[in-house]
C-alpha cells in the first residue's frame, strides 16, 4: 500500500487529511493487511467442524394487532382529520 491509496480511500470517503495522518494511516492499514495475510496462511484443511448446520428460517405467523388506528387516535392529545397532530421540530 502506498500514499496514494490512503489519498485515493480518503477521497472516496470525503475527507481531508494531513501529511501525519495519511502516514498514520498507511503504517495502520499496513499492520492490518500484514495480520490479514498471516491469518490466510494458518492450515485449516484438517480442521473438523464442531457444529451442526440446520435451517434457522421459520413460517412466520401473523397475529392481529392489538392496536387499531382509531384507538391510538383517541388517545392522541391533538388529532385532526384522523392525523395525529404533533409540535413542529426545527
Known sequence: MEIKDIENLAELAKIELSEKEK???LKDLDNILGYVKQIEGVD????EEDYVKKNVWREDNIKPSEFSRELIINQFPDSKDGFLKVKKIL
Open 44 to 47: 485449516v484443511s484438517e480442521i
Open 23 to 25: 502516514n498514520t494511516l
